[in-house]
């Protein structure tokens, strides 16, 4: 089975990220990968790692169905030297790793004075929208943002997956947590060039890893700034150009690549156009990414906001089997269009709006 063709790497962020670890793999030989049925022909559940086994059989490992162990033994091999990338099958499965990521990953470099570093890389698939149910489509990285000393990652098709992969693997001393949206994976990359995507005006900031920043005014003035991550990039995008052009309604489109930890310097460019926040994620409401950000944003930048901010989010419920009732829970390009109508007619009362 080999690596997935030259148009599939260019054209989708699947295709990125094979063509970033086809990549890595050939270019060091201290990168391993580990996880459960990774080995070709099958090449892993949502076929990032398709070809990867063929190419380099000693350092691709399958591994039992034993979250816990297989990541324990990758904070092991990263602390000898190695740089493993741990694959976790779903999301929803990470809370099987959580004690080896928040007890043992996280704290290490810390307990033994800097004595020792853990670059480990903690790949998967996270989100809703493809019918899989209660336990395979949940978003639980708002749960893991708030570890010390765990850098957490989600690419967009607005970024290039593939670099933010090689960046975390090759250049980070830190265990990272890399979150793919799963219904991201076919969709084409929205590459910028001459500092535009289609009809927006583009900014990327020089971070390690990078946030863009998408205008339909060429940065000169904004009504709101809508902040969004991974798989909602898209979604922030189709409501912001429906909102100009049913409405005139200008929106700048924030798109970090770090959750954690979180720049707001982008954020507070952004606000200081245009003085309102909607910020959207696809996980459910309490404790979550987004009321980190608006509460950065009250504590750090209050004197930029016109209006409270509003946040939309899934509903406070397991996620349904039958794709309607997927629907109703999670948020959709309509509640954006909501929020944002609401944010523009809001100055007193915080929202929350749920899909």
């Given at each position: 089975m080999s690596r997935l063709d030259e148009s599939e790497r260019e054209l989708n962020v699947l295709g990125s990220l094979n063509g970033a670890l086809h990549s890595i793999l050939g270019d060091d030989d201290r990168v391993v990968v580990l996880g459960e049925d990774l080995l070709d022909p099958y090449g892993g559940a949502f076929k990032v790692t398709r070809g990867l086994s063929d190419a380099y059989p000693?350092?691709?490992?399958?591994?039992?169905?034993?979250?816990?162990?297989?990541?324990?033994?990758?904070?092991?091999?990263?602390?000898?030297?190695?740089?493993?990338?741990?694959?976790?099958?779903?999301?929803?499965?990470?809370?099987?790793a959580a004690d080896q990521l928040l007890n043992h990953a996280s704290k290490y470099t810390w307990m033994y004075e800097g004595k020792v570093d853990v670059p480990l890389?903690?790949?998967?698939?996270?989100?809703?929208?493809?019918?899989?149910?209660?336990?395979?489509?949940?978003?639980?990285?708002?749960?893991?943002?708030?570890?010390?000393?765990?850098?957490?990652?989600?690419?967009?098709?607005?970024?290039?997956?593939?670099?933010?992969?090689?960046?975390?693997?090759?250049?980070?001393?830190?265990?990272?947590?890399?979150?793919?949206?799963?219904?991201?994976?076919?969709?084409?990359?929205?590459?910028?060039?001459?500092?535009?995507?289609?009809?927006?005006?583009?900014?990327?900031?020089?971070?390690?890893?990078?946030?863009?920043t998408l205008s339909y005014d060429d940065f000169r003035d904004a009504d709101v700034t809508l902040v969004a991550y991974g798989g909602m990039a898209e979604l922030a995008a189709r409501a912001a150009e429906r909102l100009l052009l049913d409405d005139e309604v200008v929106c700048e489109i924030v798109l970090p690549s770090s959750l954690n930890p979180l720049d707001l310097t982008p954020v507070r460019q952004s606000l200081a156009r245009s003085g309102r926040l909607v910020v959207c994620e696809e996980a459910a409401p309490i404790a979550s990414w987004g009321s980190e950000m608006i509460a950065r944003v009250s504590a750090e930048a209050f004197d930029l906001l016109e209006a409270a901010p509003v946040k939309v989010a899934a509903r406070n419920l397991?996620?349904?089997?039958?794709?309607?009732?997927?629907?109703?829970?999670?948020?959709?390009?309509?509640?954006?269009?909501?929020?944002?109508?609401?944010?523009?007619?809001?100055?007193?009362?915080?929202?929350?709006?749920?899909?």
């Open positions: 000693d350092r691709v490992l399958t591994t039992p169905i034993s979250e816990a162990g297989f990541t324990g033994v990758a904070v092991g091999m990263a602390m000898r030297g190695l740089r493993p990338v741990v694959e976790i099958m779903f999301g929803d499965f990470l809370m099987l890389v903690v790949r998967t698939p996270m989100g809703g929208r493809r019918g899989y149910g209660p336990t395979h489509s949940q978003s639980i990285e708002k749960h893991f943002i708030g570890m010390p000393g765990l850098v957490v990652v989600a690419p967009s098709v607005f970024h290039d997956p593939g670099a933010l992969l090689r960046t975390a693997v090759v250049d980070d001393d830190r265990p990272v947590l890399f979150v793919e949206n799963k219904l991201m994976y076919a969709r084409p990359l929205r590459r910028i060039q001459g500092g535009r995507v289609g009809d927006m005006a583009a900014r990327v900031d020089d971070a390690r890893y990078p946030t863009v397991p996620i349904a089997n039958t794709r309607d009732l997927e629907r109703a829970i999670l948020p959709q390009e309509s509640d954006i269009v909501a929020a944002v109508t609401r944010a523009i007619g809001s100055h007193t009362t915080p929202v929350h709006l749920a899909g």
